[in-house]
């Protein structure tokens, strides 16, 4: 399959409004500056390097050459200058990926990832990951992995910032890693250039192998898709904010079915297809006014509401 090479693509042409959205309010918490500078200043990001390195297999051209070869091609596709390490961990009964490192980037997928993704899912997967590197929040990305380790020690420490936690950080920060996910979801669309690929990845993620795919169950999960969109934009409202936090903060929990109705919106509303077109993908000052306009617009919209998160403000 012959892939457009998405020159000069910036990750501002593609993002979701949601994850705009999040990261906005996410930013606004106080309290977040001094809980990265810590996390900097403990070493988390040396610290979680030398856990890869010591515990899983670097993919190389020669150990792995249809591996390399796949990240080489995404990072190409989606003009990815800063090439991560790869590295292969063991089996954990489904597909997981993750990428840290902010000043050197590491890529990580499982051994079912390996196994269960053909070429072109995988360089979908690829590029969802590669999305954390071109918005440049790995940071933020890093924070979330590792919070709930650090949740329990800042609670028992008298740094003077555990309280920053209850305060509201942690729901905002993994508000916006929820969100985050819809614009690598589009990163990895741009990425393999094929919604039939990313559907099918995403039903593996959701945990079925590729000798249950039929025609039949990937009709029926688009199906299901495009339904759980006209159900949330509904219903969600009505849930309680317990019921809200509970399933935003479970970061195992991969909301496949979720992710892939977005997608297929993007895609129905004509804006995948417009932008894979583009020959230039500089963003304009036009789109950046646009962007500006739409989240001045949505402030406005919610001064005198509770912070935004997606499954209050599910559209």
């Not at 990832?113 to 999305?131: F, P, Q, R, V």
């Not at 614009?183 to 393999?192: E, H, I, K, P, V």
């Not at 500089?282 to 500006?292: G, H, L, N, P, R």
Request: proline residues 3%; charged residues 25%; negative net charge.
């Amino acid at each position: 399959m012959t892939r457009t090479i998405l020159t000069r693509l910036q990750a501002q042409a593609y993002e979701h409004p949601f994850d705009r959205q999040a990261l906005a309010t996410l930013q606004k918490m106080p309290g977040l500056s001094s809980l990265l500078n810590k996390i900097n200043e403990y070493g988390i990001d040396r610290l979680l390097r030398l856990q890869s390195l010591s515990s899983e297999i670097k993919i190389t051209p020669q150990n792995f050459p249809k591996l390399h070869q796949a990240l080489i091609e995404t990072c190409e596709i989606l003009d990815v200058k800063q090439i991560p390490e790869l590295y292969l961990s063991r089996g954990a009964g489904h597909i997981r990926t993750y990428i840290l490192g902010v000043e050197k980037p590491i890529l990580g997928i499982n051994l079912d990832c390996m196994e269960w993704l053909d070429s072109n899912e995988l360089i979908y997967t690829l590029g969802y990951e590669l999305a954390k590197i071109k918005s440049k929040h790995i940071a933020y990305h890093q924070m979330a992995f590792v919070m709930p380790t650090l949740k329990t020690f800042l609670s028992n420490s008298t740094l003077g910032i555990g309280g920053l936690l209850a305060g509201g950080i942690e729901l905002a920060l993994f508000n916006w890693v929820m969100m985050a996910r819809l614009t690598s979801d589009r990163a990895g669309l741009l990425a393999c250039q094929d919604i039939d690929v990313a559907i099918t990845t995403l039903i593996k993620i959701a945990g079925l192998p590729h000798e249950y795919l039929t025609n039949e169950v990937i009709e029926d999960f688009q199906t299901q898709a495009r339904e759980f969109c006209e159900f949330s934009s509904n219903n969600l409202d009505s849930l309680d904010k317990i019921t809200k936090i509970f399933s935003y903060s479970e970061q195992n929990i991969p909301w496949s079915v979720m992710r892939a109705g977005e997608l297929l919106k993007w895609v129905d509303s004509g804006e995948y297809d417009k932008l894979i077109q583009q020959k230039d993908f500089t963003v304009t000052d036009e789109i950046a006014k646009d962007q500006e306009e739409e989240e001045e617009e949505d402030k406005d919209n919610n001064e005198d509401q509770e912070e935004w998160d997606f499954l209050s403000s599910w559209t």
